[in-house]
């Protein structure tokens, strides 16, 4: 599946047709070790409308992380003074920690947050260097687990805090389409999380023996406040699910909500796709500021 359809059509999440894995992509330890620059290769053509944040005023750049079983790379961005930033664990899309994501993180430091984005893919395969995204999401995304995303997600927190520069108890998380799904995980998994964004994050469908609950399973159960921006336009996430999601939420005592922009597709945030509006990420993007503030992030 090319980039002018994703977003635009369904996907079979459980069956992606792929093109075949890409020769010398190792299972075993690491294969991502540094980020890569620019856009990753399956989301071009970029786009003109897209938006690039300059560094000017902060501190950004590549890091690497430690994690349980050795390091992930990631990019941090935060302001170049002195001092000690609440925290925004930017979770990835399916493309990985490219130069949209990385964009992301800068736009959260000229807010005044240190804003980290991991490479939460690294062990299962480099989707910079995938051309389809059909084999994205069968070969890389599709055995991601949701206990390592978890984990690493904990050692990402560890590294902003070790660092001196970062205040872990004004925690945030913002992830967008795959990691709009890892946001509503990672807040249940983490209490200490004091205010979550999912965009347009997969509500169910993912079940598998390494992600063993979709976040519908589990959202009377969630205590920590998520604000869920989802598209009218979406054959990712049904209207049906969304109100199954919303009834859920509504028990769980959070003080969750969901937000569904009328009349915009699945993606409506990434400005370098043609799923973009621009409307609707102006206003999401307000929405994601006052809730992180709102909730002590």
């Given at each position: 599946?090319?980039?002018m359809?994703?977003?635009?059509k369904p996907?079979?999440?459980?069956?992606?047709?792929s093109?075949?894995?890409?020769?010398?992509?190792?299972r075993?330890?690491?294969?991502?070790t540094?980020?890569?620059?620019?856009?990753?290769?399956?989301?071009n053509?970029?786009?003109?409308?897209?938006i690039?944040?300059?560094?000017?005023?902060l501190?950004?750049?590549?890091?690497?992380?430690v994690?349980?079983?050795?390091?992930?790379?990631?990019?941090?961005?935060?302001?170049a003074k002195r001092g000690q930033?609440?925290?925004?664990?930017?979770?990835?899309e399916?493309?990985?920690?490219h130069?949209?994501i990385?964009?992301?993180c800068?736009r959260?430091?000229?807010l005044?947050?240190?804003a980290?984005?991991?490479e939460l893919?690294?062990?299962?395969?480099?989707?910079a260097k995938?051309?389809d995204i059909?084999a994205?999401l069968?070969?890389?995304?599709?055995?991601?687990?949701?206990a390592?995303?978890?984990s690493?997600l904990?050692?990402?927190?560890?590294?902003?805090?070790a660092?001196?520069?970062?205040?872990?108890?004004?925690?945030g998380v913002v992830?967008?389409?795959?990691g709009?799904?890892?946001a509503w995980i990672y807040a249940?998994?983490?209490?200490?999380?004091?205010?979550a964004?999912?965009?347009?994050?997969l509500?169910?469908?993912?079940?598998s023996?390494?992600?063993?609950?979709?976040?519908?399973?589990?959202?009377?159960?969630?205590?920590?406040?998520?604000l869920g921006?989802?598209?009218?336009?979406?054959?990712?996430?049904?209207?049906?699910?969304?109100?199954?999601?919303?009834n859920?939420?509504?028990?769980?005592?959070s003080?969750?909500?969901?937000?569904?922009?009328?009349?915009?597709?699945?993606?409506f945030?990434?400005?370098?796709?043609?799923?973009?509006d621009k409307?609707?990420?102006?206003?999401a993007?307000k929405?994601?500021?006052?809730?992180?503030?709102?909730?002590?992030?």
């Amino acid at each position: 599946m090319k980039l002018m359809q994703y977003g635009l059509k369904p996907i079979d999440f459980a069956n992606p047709k792929s093109t075949p894995e890409p020769q010398g992509l190792s299972r075993r330890g690491f294969v991502v070790t540094s980020l890569a620059s620019g856009f990753a290769v399956a989301s071009n053509p970029v786009l003109a409308q897209a938006i690039t944040t300059d560094t000017q005023g902060l501190t950004a750049g590549e890091i690497s992380i430690v994690v349980a079983d050795g390091k992930i790379p990631g990019y941090r961005a935060m302001p170049a003074k002195r001092g000690q930033y609440p925290v925004v664990l930017v979770v990835q899309e399916i493309f990985g920690v490219h130069e949209h994501i990385k964009d992301v993180c800068r736009r959260f430091a000229k807010l005044g947050y240190y804003a980290i984005a991991p490479e939460l893919f690294a062990r299962q395969g480099d989707v910079a260097k995938m051309t389809d995204i059909g084999a994205i999401l069968s070969q890389v995304v599709a055995k991601v687990p949701d206990a390592q995303v978890s984990s690493d997600l904990d050692a990402t927190v560890a590294f902003a805090k070790a660092s001196g520069s970062a205040d872990t108890r004004k925690l945030g998380v913002v992830g967008y389409c795959w990691g709009g799904r890892a946001a509503w995980i990672y807040a249940r998994h983490n209490p200490k999380v004091k205010a979550a964004v999912a965009y347009y994050g997969l509500l169910d469908g993912m079940k598998s023996d390494i992600k063993p609950q979709d976040p519908v399973d589990f959202a009377s159960e969630i205590k920590v406040p998520v604000l869920g921006l989802y598209a009218g336009i979406d054959d990712f996430v049904k209207p049906a699910v969304i109100e199954q999601m919303r009834n859920g939420i509504a028990k769980s005592g959070s003080g969750s909500e969901i937000v569904v922009f009328p009349g915009v597709n699945h993606g409506f945030n990434a400005d370098y796709r043609p799923t973009y509006d621009k409307t609707a990420a102006t206003y999401a993007a307000k929405l994601t500021r006052d809730w992180l503030r709102d909730h002590g992030v």
